[in-house]
């Protein structure tokens, strides 16, 4: 459904667990851990999580790796549990980003999204990480958008500013729960508004965080045909649209970086409860730190990024920087430095080395797989994930933990669940 994503990574099968732990993941509206997905498997009730994706005009850099590998963890997490999964992830390709990019490298725009979406695709099935079932570009999404914006329009919950532009913004009087998410007071919207492409400021609006639903047609920009008029969509519609059409409203897991929480969540919250006239959105609101290089966070303004596609062309094994983001717990603020590289390599080679240890069948895996498993469960424990491993690994190397032998222990148990779960191989 919708673009081609990339190819699945083969997913070894494990033990079934006899009782699955839930999912517990750290909800940003309730700001406490919440179960996340069904209480059970269930192929009518399927798992459904919603993860924001690329603005397709450069390559990815870490942070953005970062938060999909972390929402990969949580597809493979419900996979081991027996959950159907549905998954889906946008790409945004049309936005004022892409086009100021195609602009200064006098390309076209359509071409651009293109390549740069085909390169993230690629670094994704490089890094192992499991496609969306339905992987959706907003200008395939267009009329579906444009149908949402026109029925806000008709019940009063968008308006147009009286300048001849036929801009059409929200109006946020008609979301009251609206902030519910984010838990921000007006003063730090204002600013997060403003530093993240807002503008409080403009002439004819209602209020200062009305968002912009339809961006009336400009000379030398792409249009589409809508009843109000020639235009484009703006940033925050388009996540509710793709997401309630694919999933429906009360989504299990709504999915990205903390830096989309205010205001692209909040705002596309709020779109899908006023057009649904539905609440809420989702049921947890998952956000994964930022990544940062020497002490700054990692952005394209600043010049220093660090792009997965690099490090992998430059000969790096993308396990190892699977591990290496996995160092440290996914909603925390992590430092990327080249150590952590060097240092995950080493960790690499030491599992693999245990996997291929002829004392590997003399130790129980079992409590290893219940160790990944209930660690993961526990807000994606993954620096306590690692650790298991570890314990695992230096009792290989040093055969100190006799095995079951009423039970033979193939050596492919643990590499399978460290592969399943982690996605490691």
Sequence with gaps: MGMDSWPSPP??????????????????????????GPQLPDPDNPARMYVCGITPYDAAHLGHIATYLTFDLVQRYWRDAGHTVRYVQNVTDIDDPLLKRANRDNEDWAQLAHRETRRFAADMAALSVIPPESYIGVVESMSDVVETVDKLLADGAAYRVPDGTNDIYFDLASAPDFGYESGLDET??????????GDPNRDGKRGPLDPLLWRGARVGEPSWPSPMGPGRPGWHIECSVIAVKHLGMQIHVQGGGEDLLFPHHEMSAAHAEVAADAAPFARTYVHA??????????????????????????????????????????????EWESKDLALAEQRLNRWRAAAASPAVDSVAVAPLLAELRSRLADDLD?????????????AVMVALIPGDTSEPQPSMVAASAIDALLGVR
């Design 289 to 334: 730190g930022l990544v940062g290089w020497e002490g700054e966070k990692m952005s394209k303004s600043k010049g220093n990024l660090v792009f997965a596609s690099r490090l992998i062309s430059d000969g790096n094994d993308p396990s190892a920087v699977r591990l290496a983001l996995f160092g440290r717990h996914y909603r925390g603020y992590r």
């Design 188 to 197: 730090q919207m204002l600013a997060l508004f403003t530093e993240r492409g």
């Design 382 to 394: 993954t620096p306590g994930a690692l650790r298991a491993v570890d314990l695992w690994a230096d």
């Design 11 to 36: 997913l070894p099968a494990l033990p079934a667990p006899t009782s699955p732990e839930p999912l517990k993941l750290f909800d940003s509206a309730s700001q406490q851990l919440r179960v996340a």
